[in-house]
């Protein structure tokens, strides 16, 4: 399936964003993820709330496309929605996309995804299952470390071993799936997927996608935010994969910062990316020990590159070369990234 992907992609964009829809909802269903995360999924997918309905015992549950639970409301919440808005899955179940408007290309096939996985998901011998989320418990940092252990050793990791957490975005392609404990985690960027796997484990091939650090099971929770700043750090097509471990230390300073941090330095920098040569010769300064090196990296001629830094040494107020400048613009120019990171945009659905 994967290999239709970027065949049919030029063909008909519609039909691959479809095969993508197909195969997140196949990866969900092979985790065994719960009704939240499904629904978490969907939502993100359709860009709209998704909900979820069950006769017997009544329950009703409804996600926002950032996978935050929002107060039950009715069970249909659009008055007079098109059919295309709702499905019942039989058994009682009924899944639904509360769309304003007409509905969109996709939804459809997300809607059955949908009805398929829930189906299975409430299927004999699985319901006690579906208020699981020790994967969930493992990743949150508030949880108590007693709870976090007892997480981790349902999940059947070894305290005396180190993992690593793999985060992804739910329309990721995986060329090649390792197991693992796996779910669908709510962020503040949104649900991604997460997936646990041993420190030692090959490298995954998946796109996009984010490689944490090694923790012990009981600091998986730093493992996960710092795979979120890898993965926020791809820039598909050329960046699609990045492992933690690239970045060293800087990596958990990133993760640990303030997303609404006041930084004067990444400030400046907008200045400079608004030239046509600036987000090009940021990243040649940052990798190059040299102007001379700059220059050959960014393929342009050495007094080019020279009046270029003078620009930027008068608009950030330090030279990027001197002491602790390389750093300073290292580090703002990783933020900088960070705020501008479109990894996890989904692509708009063709109507």
């Not at 779910?183 to 649900?191: A, I, K, S």
Request: aromatic share 4%; with cysteine; proline share 7%.
């Amino acid at each position: 399936m994967q290999d239709l992907l970027g065949r049919l992609a030029a063909l008909d964009p519609e039909a691959s964003l479809g095969l993508r829809v197909i195969a997140c909802f196949d990866e969900l269903i092979v985790g065994n993820v719960n009704t939240r995360a499904l629904l978490s999924a969907a939502a993100a997918l359709a860009g709209c709330t998704a909900g979820f309905h069950q006769e017997r015992p009544a329950r009703t549950v409804r996600v926002t496309p950032k996978g935050e639970l929002c107060p039950k409301g009715e069970l249909r919440p659009i008055p007079g929605a098109p059919p295309a808005h709702g499905v019942e899955s039989g058994d009682g179940l009924t899944v639904w996309l509360e769309r304003t408007g007409s509905a969109h290309a996709n939804d459809a096939i997300i809607l059955e995804r949908l009805a398929l996985a829930i189906r299975l998901r409430h299927g004999r011998g699985r319901r006690d299952l579906d208020n699981r989320r020790d994967l969930g418990t493992l990743l949150d940092a508030s949880v108590s470390v007693e709870d976090r252990h007892d997480a981790a050793a349902r999940l059947g990791l070894s305290a005396k071993r180190s993992y690593r957490v793999v985060a992804a975005p739910l329309f990721a392609t995986w060329r090649h799936h390792p197991a693992g404990p796996e779910d669908v985690v709510p962020t503040p960027f949104g649900p991604i997927h997460a997936l646990v796997l041993a420190n030692d484990h090959e490298a995954v091939d998946a796109r996009p996608s984010g490689t944490g650090v090694p923790t012990r099971p009981e600091h998986l929770h730093r493992s996960f935010r710092t795979a979120l700043v890898a993965l926020r750090l791809c820039a598909p097509p050329e960046v699609c994969s990045v492992d933690a471990d690239q970045y060293g230390g800087l990596i958990a300073i990133l993760a640990d910062a303030p997303a609404d941090g006041h930084q004067p330095d990444v400030d400046l920098l907008d200045r400079i990316i608004a030239h046509s040569w600036g987000a090009a010769t940021l990243d040649a300064l940052v990798r190059a020990g040299s102007v001379r090196q700059a220059a050959r990296l960014s393929g342009v001629h050495h007094s080019t590159m020279q009046a270029r830094l003078d620009s930027i040494e008068e608009i950030l107020g330090f030279h990027p070369f001197d002491g602790w400048g390389r750093t300073r613009l290292g580090v703002a120019y990783l933020v900088w990234r960070l705020r501008h990171s479109r990894v996890l945009d989904l692509p708009a659905p063709v109507r």
